[in-house]
């Protein structure tokens, strides 16, 4: 038995489960300033999962880059879904940003 796409069909639900919630903190606390680092995290892991060997591990890595560039979008999708009431908006965000 094959147990290299279950695997990866796995990884894949675990790995855009952890990101849903890396995206609302990351814009509850940062802001859509952080997006820089989605596309720098994205890039690396692409990168890697072309020089590694192992295919479960290269798509993987593979999954995991797309879905940090995926979360650009999400970042900037989850400053409306805020900016709508669906998601507590942070205080000492706002009062910063009023500030500058």
Known sequence: ???KGF?????SFVIIGVFHP???KAEYYIGKKIWPAFLLAGV???VLSFF???TTLSAVL?????SSLWSILEIFHQEERVKKGWFP???KKK???QSN
């Open 7 to 11: 695997i990866i069909g796995l990884v």
């Open 62 to 66: 593979g999954i995991t880059g797309f």
């Open 95 to 97: 009062k910063e940003e």
């Open 22 to 24: 890396i995206v609302i």
């Open 1 to 3: 038995m094959n147990f």
């Open 52 to 54: 590694i060997e192992n």
């Open 89 to 91: 908006a942070n205080p």
């Open 44 to 46: 690396v892991f692409l």
